[in-house]
């Protein structure tokens, strides 16, 4: 199975935007990259996903690079909700999504 | 949206007991699953199924069984429970688009 490879934590100030990087250079043609963070004391929840095409939503931007091998998340202006340890994960339209460690978001006041 | 409901925050039981961990998702989604989490490994799939009475091993089945008998609930069963079954469990449903939405989670402490 494909895996990715993610930062431990990054820090971020409040109102800045953040990038949370990703790479999955053994990505295959049909992989979607999926982002969720998990809040304190919360279940995960779903951020964002892709195939080839730069993503827009409400909660993020999904930056992904022309040859897929690696992906970024972007928070265009974290707020102190937005600590979260975020997870990066590939999806090949089987049924299991595999999590990593993920990275852990410090939002910084 | 979507709910997972998870029948209890909070349980804790005996070494040897039998432990039910409920789930319920109202958003007539055909896939379901049950992880569990714990500091330092992250979350590993335990089972999932992906309609009525069928269902999967997912990456550390051992010391589990399921049963899904409606399309909404999904139960995750510990014969016996044992104190290395210690940890957040968290169930999550999905539709063919395979997005998950997760409960709230389950912390089960065995004594």
């Known amino acids: 199975d494909a895996k990715t490879t993610q930062p431990n934590s990054m820090e971020s100030n409040e109102e800045e935007p953040v990038h949370l990087p990703c790479n999955h250079s053994?990505?295959?043609?049909?992989?979607?990259i999926h982002w969720y963070r998990q809040l304190p004391s919360q279940g995960p929840e779903y951020v964002i996903h892709?195939?080839?095409s730069n993503v827009n939503n409400r909660m993020a931007s999904l930056a992904i690079a022309e040859d897929r091998k690696s992906s970024t998340l972007i928070l265009h202006r974290a707020t102190l909700r937005d600590a979260a340890v975020y997870y990066c994960i590939l999806d090949n339209a089987g049924n299991m999504l595999t999590f990593g460690g993920g990275t852990r978001l410090m939002v910084k006041p | 949206d979507v709910k997972v409901t998870q029948s209890s925050r909070y349980l804790v039981k005996r070494t040897g007991e039998k432990v039910f961990l409920e789930c319920v998702q109202d958003?007539?989604?055909?896939?379901m699953f049950w992880y569990r989490q714990d500091p330092g490994l992250g979350l590993r799939l335990i089972y999932f199924?992906?309609?009525?009475?069928?269902?999967e091993k997912g990456d550390i089945p051992e010391g589990y069984s399921v049963s899904r008998e409606k399309k909404e609930r999904f139960s995750l069963i510990l014969e016996s429970a044992s104190t290395n079954q210690t940890s957040m469990y968290l169930c999550?449903?999905?539709?063919?688009?395979?997005?998950?939405?997760f409960g709230a989670g389950s912390r089960l402490t065995v004594l």
């Open positions: 958003m007539d989604h055909e896939n």
């Open positions: 053994t990505i295959s043609g049909t992989d979607y």
């Open positions: 892709g195939l080839t």
């Open positions: 999550a449903s999905s539709s063919g688009a395979n997005v998950l939405t």
């Open positions: 199924s992906y309609d009525v009475k069928m269902k």
